[in-house]
């Protein structure tokens, strides 16, 4: 990047980062629900200096999905002590080690071999990885998370576990014109948010909504969206 496009895409970040928090704001005032609602920053794909200007308009909490790129951009951030680093995508097993010592949230973890090595390999001088549950709630086959059928014993063994907290549940809907059916798999997932935040008090964090869709995710009820093109523009 030149200066000048470096200059140009400052200004931008902050005020698209402005946009997308007075779009969630605006939402949350129109939720029955009372929850503040958190922004994630997903920042996948996107060169170091967009994160840096995400960083200087305030932001701390971001969404990676491909390890080793995180990897690399923690380690190049690592003197932005206060980033909140979220591990957002499909996580495969021989992989796992470099996610539970880089992060510090893992919202994309849907079976029980995953969650049993995060507890394994997390080192024991961090604090306990914090949890959300992936749950495929649209039943999409080209889609990662866990079947609703799953959950309570996934939910258990995280619970139990000493280097994992759990905090909640994360649920990525298949893109539909119906919006009517989209806002239904968004309400059956405060359902099942709220039923597993009865059973563990810990549990206080509702991640669904995207660019696209984060309106009715609020309005249903979430209480952390991640957004990645409306802020950083665009992915290859
Ligand atoms: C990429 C990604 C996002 C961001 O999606 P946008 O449509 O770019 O806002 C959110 N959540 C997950 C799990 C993602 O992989």
């Not at 967009?50 to 390890?67: H, W």
């Not at 039943?139 to 799953?150: A, F, I, R, T, V």
Request: proline share 3%; glycine share 4%; hydrophobic share 35%.
């Amino acid at each position: 990047m030149t200066p000048n496009e470096l200059k140009y895409n400052m200004v931008t970040i902050a005020e698209r980062l402005s946009c997308a928090y007075d779009r969630v704001i605006k939402a949350e005032q129109n939720s029955p629900f009372s929850d503040t609602v958190q922004l994630l920053a997903v920042s996948k794909t996107k060169p170091i200096e967009l994160i840096e200007d995400a960083y200087d308009a305030g932001q701390r909490q971001f969404g990676e999905s491909y390890v080793q790129e995180a990897v690399d951009k923690i380690q190049q951030l690592k003197d932005k002590k206060d980033i909140e680093w979220h591990f957002i995508g499909p996580i495969q097993s021989n992989k796992s080690r470099h996610i539970a010592e880089h992060f510090s949230w893992v919202q994309s973890v849907d079976r029980l071999k995953i969650a049993k090595r995060l507890n394994e390999q997390r080192p024991n001088n961090l604090m306990p990885l914090n949890i959300l549950i992936q749950v495929n709630i649209s039943e999409d086959e080209n889609k990662s998370g866990c079947q609703l059928s799953e959950l309570d014993e996934l939910a258990s063994f995280i619970a139990d576990a000493r280097q994992l907290n759990l905090r909640g549940l994360m649920t990525i809907t298949e893109k539909t014109d119906d919006e009517q059916k989209q806002l239904q798999y968004f309400q059956q997932m405060r359902a099942c948010f709220d039923k597993l935040k009865h059973q563990y008090p810990q549990v206080d964090t509702l991640s669904m909504g995207m660019s696209q869709d984060l309106e009715p995710a609020i309005t249903a009820g979430a209480n952390m969206v991640r957004i990645g093109t409306d802020i950083f523009g665009k992915r290859q």
